[in-house]
């Protein structure tokens, strides 16, 4: 059986930029970029028209701006993932996609071979964000500690009990409710249960979210 082609929208305002990602992306294995939007509001009308898997999405637009067509995008298609591609990682910006929907914030120096990892990545339902980027989620989430492996009392994931730890590291894996029944030998409506309780216990707003949370806070 072929390898699965990840289709991808850009989103991008400058014609040279949205070009230059296309012709990158396209000689990566298992990617194939099906089309290209200039502002948000035509990113879109393309989701809707094309379904990618992952839209490429900058920031800064005219017309409709990337967060606020993230947020659309999310509530019209959730099963389609957005990764911010921007130069700005301003804490509004990054706190505003991740608020919005987006599955991960990357900036526009990223190698080429890491931004074909980010997106299937980001495809699999991992949360990726760029170093810089990183911080800033730390105070949206309200974590100001250093990522390790021990919980300190300022630790949130220390609210879960040790079922839920298990399942929301493989959320952090990018599992399906069904692969983490599978794998942790439990019934899906049992892990839906959890999935409900890590999301309160976090105060998470979705999966994703959850995930980026566990990931600062040392959960890998």
Same mark, same amino acid.
């Given at each position: 059986?072929?390898?699965?082609?990840?289709?991808?929208?850009?989103?991008?305002?400058?014609?040279?930029?949205?070009?230059?990602?296309?012709?990158?992306?396209?000689?990566?294995?298992?990617?194939?970029?099906?089309?290209?939007?200039?502002?948000?509001?035509?990113?879109?009308?393309?989701?809707?028209?094309?379904?990618?898997?992952?839209?490429?999405?900058?920031?800064?637009?005219?017309?409709?701006?990337?967060?606020?067509?993230?947020?659309?995008?999310?509530?019209?298609?959730?099963?389609?993932?957005?990764?911010?591609?921007?130069?700005?990682?301003?804490?509004?910006?990054?706190?505003?996609?991740?608020?919005?929907?987006?599955?991960?914030?990357?900036? @526009?120096?990223?190698?080429?071979?890491?931004?074909?990892?980010?997106?299937?990545?980001?495809?699999?339902?991992?949360?990726?964000?760029?170093?810089?980027?990183?911080?800033?989620?730390? @105070?949206?989430?309200?974590?100001?500690?250093?990522?390790?492996?021990?919980?300190?009392?300022?630790?949130?994931?220390?609210?879960?009990?040790?079922?839920?730890?298990?399942?929301?590291?493989?959320?952090?894996?990018?599992?399906?409710?069904?692969?983490?029944?599978? @794998?942790?030998?439990?019934?899906?409506?049992?892990?839906?249960?959890?999935?409900?309780?890590?999301?309160?216990?976090?105060?998470?707003?979705?999966?994703?979210?959850?995930?980026?949370?566990?990931? @600062?806070?040392?959960?890998?």
């Amino acid at each position: 059986m072929s390898e699965y082609v990840i289709r991808v929208l850009i989103a991008d305002d400058q014609l040279l930029m949205r070009d230059g990602l296309a012709s990158l992306l396209n000689i990566q294995p298992g990617i194939d970029v099906v089309g290209t939007a200039e502002n948000g509001q035509e990113a879109i009308t393309a989701v809707a028209n094309l379904l990618p898997d992952v839209v490429l999405m900058d920031v800064r637009m005219p017309v409709m701006d990337g967060i606020e067509a993230t947020a659309e995008i999310h509530r019209r298609f959730p099963e389609i993932k957005v990764l911010m591609l921007t130069t700005f990682d301003d804490e509004a910006y990054v706190t505003g996609a991740l608020r919005a929907g987006a599955f991960g914030y990357v900036l @526009k120096n990223t190698p080429s071979l890491d931004l074909a990892q980010a997106i299937q990545m980001a495809h699999r339902g991992m949360v990726q964000l760029a170093p810089s980027a990183a911080d800033k989620v730390a @105070k949206m989430i309200g974590g100001t500690r250093t990522p390790g492996k021990d919980m300190g009392t300022d630790n949130p994931l220390t609210n879960l009990t040790e079922r839920e730890v298990e399942v929301l590291r493989l959320i952090v894996q990018g599992a399906s409710n069904r692969e983490i029944a599978d @794998k942790l030998v439990i019934t899906e409506g049992t892990v839906k249960s959890h999935v409900s309780n890590i999301l309160s216990r976090l105060e998470a707003r979705d999966r994703t979210q959850a995930a980026v949370i566990a990931v @600062k806070h040392g959960l890998t």
